[in-house]
């Protein structure tokens, strides 16, 4: 396998490395790109959502009758109208622990407890503002460590769905907030630390942040007796078919799920979302239905996890890191979502990419009365990185060795065991963070600053699995014009997939990018795909889209085989179909699969030989100047470097590297969803900054390595989430060079900075 | 609801009326009836200019315009810059330097940046953050986006070069 891959990889040539301007490009610079958000059927009735004010309570009553009264109100809709139709109406990827609409109980502010459908908007709107609710309070736990332990229990009884078969021994458990718990164990913990030389132990907390895709949560659910098309704005269609069928207790064939472009997802349009209600609300309308969020009903909707994490390293008297315990508490809100992937998946890489013979890993997925959290580019691994990062510098500083020396003294290389016990290849963790020393100018002097502004910088470096095992389907058709489509249900979300997909079938049918056509996801039409997350569709969805570009140009060489032509003639494939059916007609259809292979976690060690298909590597180097008498940090230099194996659009590499770095760097500086007794209190992007274009720095590059990826398609692997994961203790090992101030908590706004240079001069301020 | 009135004005060049409402603004008003949806509504608060709109020539944010304000008013958006299907410097400017990812924002950007460039030929970075501070995007394409202002600023000066020779 490894061989064939190697030979089409030195076969690649005109399509691959090239950087193809988007596919879509013309579409959306003129203003006529397809999003659900703004499309509209014939006919089409609108929704919207009348939503929980307390944060933990038992519905007492809801009263409907007012808004009924409203003139174009066709329905007020509560759990007990979808019930008669939907008889079991809870969904979720891994428990099926959401209600479409809220059961006898609200979980978080803001938890849809009741819709109206009008065929006006405003109707609607004015008539969910005449809906009144009754609950009696119960008390409520938000914060993820304090949910380990409390007594308020978020669910009754947990509800595992079959989807995963490690989950199922949750089933019918009682009592606890916990919807899951990640173990590993390497070696002996607790002996080598109880031996090392020098002991290390701290506390790191990222806050709540949210995706807030421009394009906010959008479904049209248009429901027959005979079938249902959604429109969605989904980053899994193949998922949510899956969900919806069961719902209805169909077979997905009567399901179709159709997915425009989407105004970028980030995690927030993966698994199901609205999908489930627009269903619902459809089934009783009998006509579409569209189900739209507000940009502030997003708060409501999916965030990012937040996170506490303690570390604890022993380190000997050479300074190697000889044992590290990872305790990672997750927030995942009320409702599971995929925190219990997240728990398990980023669990697997929580020590870093250090070679540590003794590691004890505990990652824990909890419910909290919350808005849900699920995946935010990166799957976890940014609140880590933030951790395991800040930590490592922390004991580099303190043992008063050279920060970015004693990670080289400690990181793993290619043949090392990886703390899951794979062997390392293809990761090339050492030349990204030579790259990112080079470009800072690392080993020249610095300059320190004087005065009132101080500067200072900071390097962080990190690793991650790709969510595994995972499958991609592709089918390429070859019409009898010899132009060529590819069928895949990846969703082009901004990433520039389609763009990629079309070079390389591009690349194996020896034609120009540009001239493939990639259908838009569409599950009656496009094959299976697990989803547009995790990193995951350039090698997944790559080799797919590889192997039935392949298999449609072996059959195009047997059709000529067979027509006498010559081995290796360069008849047009036009002439070939001619040849064959006598005029412009028929088609050569080629179809690929691709699942890597996996070994599960061993359940007792959490260890596994094959955990992940390949690695991405990220390292960023930042250069701030902090101003200390207001704590505002400048960011004057963020260099970042990723692994992506072969850059098969290098301008979208550059792109993805850059995007993600700074949506995280909004992550770090100023984004954090403020609360007051559940209650989200800057829920608008006038009190939510975001990062704007005055918000770059004063300088950025953003780079690849030089790395092959033997298993990849063309050497290439992921690129969407990597460059998210070293902004934040890149900066904060910053701050910390530039001032001597120690942040563990994100994010690293004038105020944290400000208090922290106070308390370091003795004269704190006071809290609130 | 509420009295509905007859407006008219022009769109992209053209002779339109409407049925308004005093609720509806700009953006609906696009949408619902003229079935245009390159402005969009984002953050509903005039922050984000996904839903800018050049009203008499000035750039507006159409989710807070009110649509009964146009009445009588020169309306251009996204969909009126490619004349006779050929892109404008600035939409050129775009796709070759890459200046967008998901394109949710990209129409309020073209805008602005047409907008900038009308008045300042040859933008500085400051002039370009200045003008753009009020357009966000949250695929921070902004580096190629500032590179793209600079393209589109040297295309604009070719065409009119060309079309003085012509």
């Known amino acids: 396998m490894a061989a064939i891959e190697q030979a089409d990889a030195a076969r690649a040539g005109s399509q691959i490395g090239r950087s193809v301007p988007r596919t879509e490009g013309r579409d959306k610079v003129t203003g006529r790109a397809e999003y659900v958000h703004t499309m509209r059927l014939p006919g089409m009735l609108v929704a919207k959502i009348f939503r929980s004010t307390v944060a933990h309570g038992l519905i007492k009553s809801i009263d409907t009758s007012a808004a009924r009264k409203i003139t174009g109100v066709l329905h007020v809709v509560t759990i007990d109208d979808i019930r008669k139709l939907i008889p079991n109406p809870y969904y979720g990827p891994a428990f099926h622990d959401q209600p479409i609409l809220a059961d006898k109980k609200v979980r978080f502010v803001g938890e849809p407890v009741a819709a109206v459908i009008a065929s006006d908007p405003h109707i609607a709107e004015q008539a969910v503002q005449l809906i009144t609710a009754e609950y009696e309070e119960l008390p409520a736990v938000f914060d993820e460590v304090e949910a380990m332990t409390s007594k308020v229990f978020v669910h009754d009884e947990l509800r595992p769905a079959a989807t995963f078969a490690d989950l199922k021994h949750l089933k019918g458990l009682k009592g606890t907030n916990i919807a899951l718990s990640f173990k590993l164990r390497r070696g002996d913990f607790d002996a080598a630390y109880a031996e090392a030389a020098h002991k290390f132990e701290h506390e790191f907390r990222t806050q709540k942040v949210l995706h807030l895709p421009f394009e906010p949560h959008a479904t049209i659910a248009d429901y027959k007796d005979t079938g249902v098309t959604l429109y969605s704005a989904s980053q899994g269609p193949s998922f949510v078919r899956t969900e919806i069928a069961r719902l209805l207790g169909w077979p997905e064939n009567r399901v179709r799920i159709k997915v425009p472009y989407l105004g970028s997802g980030y995690g927030a349009k993966l698994y199901i979302k609205l999908e489930a209600l627009a269903l619902a609300l459809s089934m009783i309308a009998r006509r579409p239905v569209k189900v739209a969020l507000t940009m502030e009903e997003m708060f409501y909707q999916i965030t990012k996890h937040p996170c506490t994490f303690r570390i604890k390293s022993g380190v000997d008297h050479y300074g190697r890191i000889v044992a590290r315990k990872c305790e990672v508490f997750w927030n995942g809100g009320a409702y599971a979502d995929i925190g219990p992937r997240v728990t398990q998946k980023a669990g697997v890489t929580a020590s870093g990419p250090y070679a540590i013979d003794n590691v004890w890993i505990d990652s824990h997925a909890l419910y909290t009365n919350v808005t849900p959290s699920g995946a935010l580019r990166g799957f976890g691994v940014p609140q880590l990185v933030w951790a395991y990062e800040s930590h490592t510098d922390m004991i580099a500083r303190e043992l008063k060795l050279d920060p970015v020396e004693f990670r080289r003294k400690n990181l793993m290389r290619d043949g090392d065991q990886h703390t899951s016990s794979q062997v390392l290849k293809d990761a090339a963790v050492e030349k990204v963070m030579d790259l990112v020393l080079d470009r800072m100018n690392w080993s020249r002097p610095f300059d320190e600053g004087t005065g009132i502004v101080r500067r200072g910088r900071g390097f962080a470096i990190a690793i991650k699995t790709v969510t595994t095992p995972t499958t991609s389907v592709a089918i390429v058709n070859v019409s009898a014009d010899g132009s060529a489509t590819l069928y895949c249900s990846t969703v082009d979300m901004g990433q520039g997939s389609n763009t990629v997909l079309a070079q390389i079938v591009g690349e194996v049918l020896n034609i120009p990018a540009e001239s493939v056509r990639v259908v838009q996801p569409d599950t009656d039409v496009t094959p299976y795909d697990m989803g547009t997350l995790g990193s995951r569709s350039t090698f997944h969805m790559g080799h797919a889209a590889r192997r039935a570009a392949e298999e449609a140009r072996d059959k195009l060489k047997q059709l000529a085989r067979e027509l006498g032509e010559p081995d290796g003639s360069n008849i047009p494939v036009g002439e070939l179909f001619k040849k064959r059916y006598g005029m412009q007609a028929g088609n050569i259809v080629g179809s690929g699969t691709y699942k890597p292979d996996y070994v599960s976690p061993n359940p007792e060690t959490g260890l596994s030989p094959n955990i992940t298909p390949f690695w991405m590597i990220s390292g960023v180097g930042a250069e701030v100047e902090v101003d200390i008498e207001t704590g505002h940090v400048m960011i004057a230099k963020l260099i970042n470097v990723i692994d992506c194996g072969t850059p098969i659009n290098p301008k979208l590499v550059e792109t993805q590297i850059s995007g993600a770095a700074l949506m995280h760097l909004g992550f770090t500086m100023f984004e954090k969803m403020h609360f007051d007794g559940g209650q989200v209190t800057n829920a608008s992007l006038a009190d939510y900054k975001i990062p704007g274009i005055r918000d770059l720095p004063g300088t950025m590059e953003n780079l690849t390595v030089d790395n092959f990826q033997h298993n990849g398609p063309f050497g290439a692997k992921g690129v969407g989430e990597v460059a998210t994961f070293c902004v934040s203790p890149a900066i904060a090992n910053a701050i910390d060079d530039a001032v001597g101030v120690r942040l563990t908590e994100l994010p690293l706004n004038p105020e944290a900075v400000y208090r922290a240079l106070r308390t370091r001069a003795g004269r704190p301020l006071d809290e609130s | ?166």
């Open chain 2, 1 to 166: 609801m509420s009295p509905q009135r007859v407006i008219h004005f022009t769109l992209n060049g053209a002779a339109a009326a409407a049925i308004v409402e005093p609720h509806h603004n700009l953006i609906e008003l696009l949408q619902a009836q003229f079935g245009l949806t390159g402005a969009r509504e984002a953050c509903g608060q005039g922050l984000c200019g996904c839903c800018t709109v050049l009203v008499n020539g000035r750039a507006v944010s159409g989710c807070l315009y009110l649509a009964s304000f146009v009445d009588g008013a020169d309306v251009a958006t996204i969909e009126g810059f490619d004349v006779s299907n050929r892109l404008s410097p600035e939409q050129e400017a775009f796709i070759e330097t890459g200046a967008f990812q998901c394109g949710y924002c990209t129409s309020g950007f073209i805008i602005m940046v047409s907008q900038l460039l009308d008045k300042h030929p040859d933008p500085s970075d400051d002039q370009i953050k200045h003008y753009l501070s009020g357009n966000l995007c949250r695929c921070a394409a902004y580096p190629e986006i500032i590179e793209a202002v600079k393209l589109a600023a040297r295309k604009r000066k070719a065409r009119a070069a060309t079309m003085a020779r012509a």
